[in-house]
């Protein structure tokens, strides 16, 4: 039996904010990078359908920059 892999905005959040975190990721630029790299490997392990709104997904992650961020310079989020 297959297992739906399927992976949503928030799980991918997370995963984004912790590479972002051990990368050093401090520009919004860099981190719009960070979000087609993970978009990109979970939709060529198949863990995103292409039939998925995938557009819709990265606005969203790139859309939680300001978030990341501000924990960044509240220094709740650690830089790698």
Do not use: C, K, P
């Amino acid at each position: 039996m297959a297992e739906n892999l399927s992976y949503n905005v928030e799980d991918l959040h997370t995963e984004l904010v912790e590479r972002a975190r051990e990368a050093g990721v401090t520009t919004q630029e860099a981190w719009n990078e960070m979000v087609e790299e993970v978009l990109d490997e979970h939709l060529n392990w198949g863990e995103i359908d292409i039939d998925d709104d995938v557009t819709s997904i990265r606005e969203a992650l790139q859309s939680r920059w300001t978030q990341f961020d501000e924990g960044l310079q509240a220094g709740e989020i650690a830089e790698g």
